[in-house]
C-alpha cells in the first residue's frame, strides 16, 4: 500500500511565525505535491516537484515555497505565517507520465494561524 | 477541461449498490474521467479512472457512456465505511508532471445501515 504522510495532523501558530510542514511518501514515487483545502473552494495546487530539487508552482503559490532534498520528502515552507493561511493542507504523491493523476494523498495538517 | 456535473446528495442502503452518476457533455475526446472520493476528515483517495472502455478494479466499476457524455461509479456493496464525498473529474492527460487535480464540490454519499 502506498502511504503519504505528514508530520502533524494539527498545528497552531502564531501570525509571522516560520511554518514547516512535511511530507514523506514510501513508493518511491516521482511526482510530489502541495494543496490546500477550502470550504468553498476546493482544492488548490500551491507547488509541485517532478524530480529532486524540481519544482514548479500551482495556482496559490504566493507566501509559500518548497524544498524537495530527498525524493521521498517535500516539505511546505511558510516564511510568515498569516491568518489567510489557515487551512487544511494535502500532500500527494504520484508516478510519473500517464499515471500523475493517480494521486495518493496523506491525511492532511490542519493549520491555524492565530 | 470539460466542467462536470454532480447530484449534490444521495443515500445508499448498506449492502446494496450504490450508484453515483457523472455528467460531462463537453468532454472532449482526449479527455479521462478520474473518480476520487474523500472521508471526513481524511485525504482524498483515488478510486478509478478510464477513457472509454469501462473499468473495474477491487473498489468500483466505471461505466462510461458510449457518447462519453457521462458516466457512473458503481460501488457493488456499500458499508457505513463508503460514506464520503465522491468527485468526479475529467482532465486531458498530458502525460506530465502538470497533471494538476481539480475537485469541484462532489457528491455526498450517505450510506445508511
Known amino acids: 500500500d502506498v502511504k503519504v504522510t505528514q508530520s502533524s495532523r494539527y498545528l497552531v501558530k502564531r501570525t509571522g511565525e516560520k511554518v514547516f510542514l512535511e511530507c514523506v511518501q514510501d513508493?518511491?514515487?516521482?511526482?510530489m505535491f502541495w494543496y490546500r483545502q477550502d470550504p468553498g473552494l476546493g482544492l488548490r495546487l500551491i507547488y509541485f516537484s517532478y524530480d529532486v530539487k524540481m519544482k514548479e508552482k500551482g495556482d496559490i503559490p504566493e507566501g509559500y515555497s518548497v524544498s524537495r532534498e530527498k525524493k521521498e520528502r517535500f516539505s511546505l515552507i511558510l516564511e510568515s505565517a498569516s491568518t489567510n493561511q489557515t487551512s487544511m493542507y494535502l500532500c500527494a504523491s504520484s508516478r510519473a507520465g500517464v499515471h500523475s493523476y493517480e494521486q495518493y494523498f496523506g491525511p492532511g495538517t490542519r493549520l491555524t494561524v492565530t | 477541461d470539460a466542467k462536470t456535473t454532480q447530484p449534490p446528495s444521495m443515500d445508499c442502503a448498506e449492502g446494496r449498490a450504490a450508484n453515483l452518476p457523472c455528467n460531462h457533455s463537453?468532454?472532449?475526446?482526449?479527455?479521462?474521467v478520474y473518480w476520487y472520493r474523500q472521508i471526513h476528515s481524511q485525504g482524498p483517495q483515488y478510486i478509478i479512472h478510464g477513457l472509454k472502455n469501462n473499468e473495474t478494479n477491487e473498489m468500483a466499476s466505471l461505466i462510461i457512456t458510449e457518447d462519453r457524455k457521462s458516466s457512473t461509479l458503481i460501488l457493488p456493496h456499500a458499508t457505513l465505511r463508503d460514506t464520503a464525498v465522491y468527485y468526479c473529474?475529467?482532465?486531458?492527460?498530458?502525460?506530465?508532471?502538470?497533471?494538476?487535480?481539480?475537485f469541484g464540490t462532489g457528491t455526498l454519499l450517505a450510506v445508511q445501515p
Open positions: 513508493m518511491d514515487h516521482e511526482n
Open positions: 463537453t468532454i472532449s475526446g482526449n479527455e479521462y
Open positions: 473529474i475529467v482532465r486531458v492527460n498530458y502525460g506530465g508532471a502538470t497533471n494538476k487535480l481539480i
